[in-house]
């Protein structure tokens, strides 16, 4: 079984370029440059060079020995929080400015959900002294107000998305508007592995950086470098996609995707998009979706705002239908519940985000030695607000 | 022959004209269609609206979230258009996104054009490889026409695989914009279209995003055989008064 990208742009039956000519152009160039522009020595080199100086990484592997005792098994964290910026995010932005700069591009543009992912590209902007602009739902810059802060600070211009559910979806469309009316000077950095290709297949390639260092440090820690279980939130899919890659084509390995329930998976408040969602396209390729019967994309709701997106990625549609990786949800309540865990059993605030891959162990049954590695894709400086109001503190 | 190819056998400055399904009211979609034929439109594009329309303009995006609102649907749509062609003989493409259509099954889509006499397609975000490999043939067991787009950045090679796939006409965009914009005919824009002229494509061209007046109407039969009009159309509906409204628009280009 075939789980990366065909010649065709395609994971098995997703993926594809559903784009409106007048994107195909700059897609198109992409698509043709892509490869070719990461696999240079010289890309190589300035890419890993920024990684290790710049980010911080290898970012640890670190044995919870506290959380591993309360569950009965051996929990790894991949720290992506500890990374500059807060996030595994950081990991594709850097990846994709240095690809816009070898396109020649001279301005950049971003959707962005939690923020996240829009302060990664307003860094990196910042970083190589290009134009940025990144959109952002009008919700989500209320419950994300930090972050936007650090945007503007980096000299990024943040433009309120207004249209629809106002979230990660409408962003994503004003910053492909933005895009059809820059068909010349401007690259899209998305922020996770969905859009058209060969989107998808290149975040995924800068974002496997999280599984290839998550080999090495298994090596040096444990026996071997098969770990039992791989767990890691789904929004759109990026740090999932990372932390799953290298171990993709090991099946003895157990892949858990785990979305965002919000209120319940049947509350009709929900972003469980593999649950609830059917075959479809959007945002540029097919994969699965949450729709009406009419193709109406629905609007997500989860208390997260990196995960409140209707979609995931083609290759997590692929791995879906191949029962290749295992995927579910936990509620709102149960991520909440699960970041205050960590917290106070570790000292690590995770992001709400990364808190939905902790609380899926409350529903895992162990026998005492399995190694679980598990994406702690981001922290939770962001996300202070709700869990203050959450938790009364 | 089909309506299209006739109508540009018999016709020169076309006037095509956009709308969306179900807007200004939901029961609005065929009196628009007679009322613009009465009027003298020559062609119709009726919207099928998408929750998602990221090649439309702020006008656009507004019409299609208010026909969905009210419940617009495909099927609902085909049913409103039913006895189209008792009051209505212009040719009629539908335009819209790819979703709906893959949901309502781009055969069972065909056969349901073909059943009330639609003529043909837009379908933006349909790539033209999926749509020969996939899908070209029940386009064509129904002989509707599917429509692709060019911009000014389309490469000539793609440019004439497009022409060999069409069999209506292309539709030129005046610059990569979404709907709803001014068209500014600069240099540049002459000088596209001068390119295009140059391809003796077999396909007829019409110009379309960005036409709002006679005067950028007339410049743009200058170079294609027509143009569309769509949000400054759309814009113009007064929910209370949609024939008078379809009326006055529809004077200052056929007075
Ligand atoms: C910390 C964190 N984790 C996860 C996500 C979800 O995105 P993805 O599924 O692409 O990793 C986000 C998105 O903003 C995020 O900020």
Redesign the pocket.
Known sequence: MNYFVNEKGYFGDFGGAYIPEMLYPNVEELRTKYLEIIADEGFQKEFHQLLKDYVGRPSPLYLAKRLSQKYGANIFLKR??LNHTG???INNTIGQILVAERLGKKRIIAE??????GVATATVCALRGLECVVYMGEIDIQRQAPNVARMKMLGAKVVSATSGSKTLKDATNEAMRDWINNPIDTHYII???VGPHPYPDMVATFQSIISEETKKQLIEQTVNDQPDYVL?????????MGMFYHFINDEKVKLIAIEAAGKGVDSGHSAATTALGKEGVLHGSRSILMQTEDGQVIEPYSIS???DYPGVGPQHAHLFKTLRAQYVSVTDDEALQAGLLLTQLEGIIP?I??AHALAYLEKMKFTGNENVVICL??RGDKDMDTYMKYFGL | MNRINKLFQEKKNILSIYYTAGYPNLGDTVAIAEELERSGADLLEIGFPYSDPVADGPVIQASSKAALDAGMTLKLLFEQLKDLRKTVSIPVLLMGYVNPLLQYGVANFCKSCAEVGVDGCIVPDLPMAEYEELYANDFKQYDLTNIFLVTPQTAPERIQKIDSLSNGFIYLLSSSATTGQNLQVSEGTEAYFSRIAALKLKNPTMIGFGISSKETFDKACQYANGAIIGSAFVKNLKSDDVSGSVKDFMKTFKP
């Open positions: 992506e929080d996030a595994h995010k962005t959900g939690a923020g996240q992912h922020g996770s592995v890691a939130c789904v929004g759109g899919g990026s740090n999932a705002a990196g995960l992001a985000e990364s894709s981001g």
